[in-house]
């Protein structure tokens, strides 16, 4: 059996203090020795796997399922998916057989093992990502509180250094070089006599420039006069999630009355005119080059029947070339089209625009993949309903037994509890012992919680689920800009503009749905026309007795129940 070793260290703060990709390779590797594991192949990723969408996470499981390795070998389980969508994805190709077996350092993962252990272990790696995040906000927030801006320093101003910050003597303090710079720019918008784009050339004339060394942008200058930091002031979110107003204890480079005249200057001097359009898709596409957002652009161009120059007849009512009417023209050729294409913040990026009809046509392509019967509709409802009481009893049975063991060892700390009080052990000999019960205990309660919180919530995710799969063609074709951006948004979990092409990645409870009416539609055949299902107790004896149709049912059961609890704990 051939292994996919795979190292994953993330840029985020969570996985700073975990081991590198070096240390995680060597380990591994002195393991397949001892064991006399054959490695295929050794991929490493420095990416989070916090949401779903790595390459070359994706790149190694779709290799599985072509079989060129039948194992995976990693460090943990958390170095594989700290999401319920991946994670959903490695116990379906567990319980499929395309892995035959995981190996961590301190435990193999096998196709027979119990699913619920292995749900458990990734829902406490999420939940570890989830409190991680709980207690960084906490103390950007109470950083907030005691006066200093949690983020980054705004431009003129530069974060003190570890020795005066350790003491709790300053956080931020103005920048020696940038600080007048910036406070001249200042000066010069308080005559009244400067725009934002004067006040960039001149930015420009005295060599202001970003880490990069690119020049600032004009949209930066505007927010640079309309921060409050510059005046002594900030803004952050409390414990509520609402923008609360702190005063700063840093020095401020204006006065209140400066920043008051200075907001009077540019509320008259700006004048924009928005054109309000509503464009479906914009803000669920990425660009695959550079990770920035992709924007649409309506294009209304007339091509002038004289010179056939093209322009935009949105600003231009005359041909600029020939100078002819367009009013005047007879049958003039138009172009009317929406681009969707990369908005380029985040730097130069090479990515070409692609049409709106593109978009539409891959997107009809996917839902035509995961479009489902009303016949396998009616029966995977029923199939499911008679599949939850069965695993309802094995439920139960995985509760009791954690419950137990929770008693047992509330009994254990008790025992130590009066060995102490009767001198029987002294506190250093009790201490890590008490400790390991206590680690113990959390653990246990962490799983009790997973196994029973929000299952109550699955029958109403089946059914949305197999609504979307049987009509979301159907209201994708007919209906309006609104409602083919809702099912853009739950088809897919990323949609990625490169190439000019629009590739998806689908929600895999969808794709779990289509490959159980696969598995339905071959087996029904083998009662039709003859025979009806009904005839032969299809929707519950022979249900049972259908293993590959089984597995499918808990295919979909195991990726909704993933999507549950991933969502609440968002919500928490």
């Known amino acids: 059996m051939k292994y996919f070793l795979y190292a994953r260290k ?261 004048f924009v005119i928005q054109r309000k359009k509503y464009f479906p898709y914009r803000g669920l596409i990425r660009c695959g080059e550079c990770q920035g957002w992709v924007t649409a652009m309506h294009k209304l161009q007339a091509i002038c029947t004289n010179c056939k120059f093209k322009y935009s007849i949105v600003t231009k009512t005359v041909c600029p070339k020939c100078k002819l009417d367009f009013y005047k023209m007879k049958n003039p050729s138009m172009v009317n089209k929406v681009y969707y294409l990369c908005t380029k913040n985040k730097g130069a990026c090479s990515q070409g625009s692609i049409t709106r009809e593109v978009i539409e046509n891959n997107i009809t392509k996917e839902l035509e993949k995961i479009s489902i019967g009303k016949d396998f509709n009616v029966w995977g409802l029923k199939a499911l309903k008679e599949l939850k009481s069965s695993c309802s009893h094995e439920q139960a049975q995985m509760t009791s037994r954690l419950k137990k063991r929770e008693s047992e060892l509330f009994n254990r700390l008790n025992g130590l509890i009066r060995m102490r009080a009767d001198g029987e052990m002294s506190a250093e000999e009790i201490k890590p012992l008490k400790e390991e019960v206590l680690k113990e205990l959390k653990e246990v309660a962490v799983q009790i919680e997973a196994t029973t919180k929000h299952l109550s919530h699955l029958e109403n995710a089946i059914k949305e689920s197999f609504d979307f799969a049987l009509h979301s063609l159907k209201q994708f074709k007919i209906g309006d800009d609104s409602a083919k951006n809702n099912i853009a948004a739950k088809l897919a979990l990323n949609l990625t503009l490169k190439d000019k092409n629009l590739y998806i990645t689908t929600d895999n409870t969808y794709q779990c749905v289509k490959e159980c009416e696969v598995e339905y539609m071959a087996k029904r055949t083998l009662f039709e026309p003859k025979n009806t299902i009904e005839k032969h107790n299809w929707n519950s004896d022979f249900l049972f007795t259908c293993p590959a149709l089984c597995t499918k049912l808990t295919a979909i059961r195991t990726c909704l129940i993933g999507k549950i609890l991933s969502s609440d704990k968002k919500s928490q």
């Open 10 to 270: 993330s840029t985020d703060t969570e996985d700073k203090q975990m081991a590198s990709i070096n240390d995680q390779i060597s380990e591994m590797q002195r393991i397949a020795e001892r064991e006399h594991l054959q490695i295929a192949d050794i991929i490493s990723e420095e990416q989070s796997a916090k949401y779903p969408g790595r390459p070359k996470f994706n790149a190694m499981m779709q290799r599985i399922k072509k079989g060129e390795a039948q194992g995976i070998l990693c460090w943990k389980l958390n170095r594989l998916a700290r999401n319920s969508i991946d994670g959903g994805q490695i116990i379906w190709q567990l319980q499929q057989g395309a892995i035959q077996s995981i190996n961590t350092y301190g435990r193999d993962y096998k196709p027979s093992d119990n699913v619920i252990i292995l749900m458990v272990e990734f829902g406490m790696a999420i939940q570890y990502s989830n409190d991680l995040s709980v207690d960084v906000k906490r103390g950007m927030r109470k950083k907030a509180e005691r006066g200093w801006f949690p983020g980054t320093a705004p431009l003129g101003y530069m974060h003190a250094p570890k020795e005066e910050r350790g003491k709790g003597l300053t956080e931020i303090i103005p920048d020696p070089e940038l600080f007048p710079v910036v406070r001249k720019l200042w000066d010069l918008m308080l005559t009244g006599k400067y725009s934002i784009r004067a006040i960039e050339r001149e930015a420009d004339r005295l060599g202001l420039r970003d880490k990069k060394g690119k020049k600032y942008t004009k949209n930066m200058f505007y927010n640079l006069f309309n921060k409050e930091f510059y005046c002594g002031h900030f803004y952050w979110r409390n414990e509520h999630f609402d923008k609360e107003r702190f005063k700063g204890n840093h020095q401020p480079m204006v006065t209140l009355k400066e920043f008051s005249e200075v907001q009077n200057i540019l509320q008259k001097k700006r």
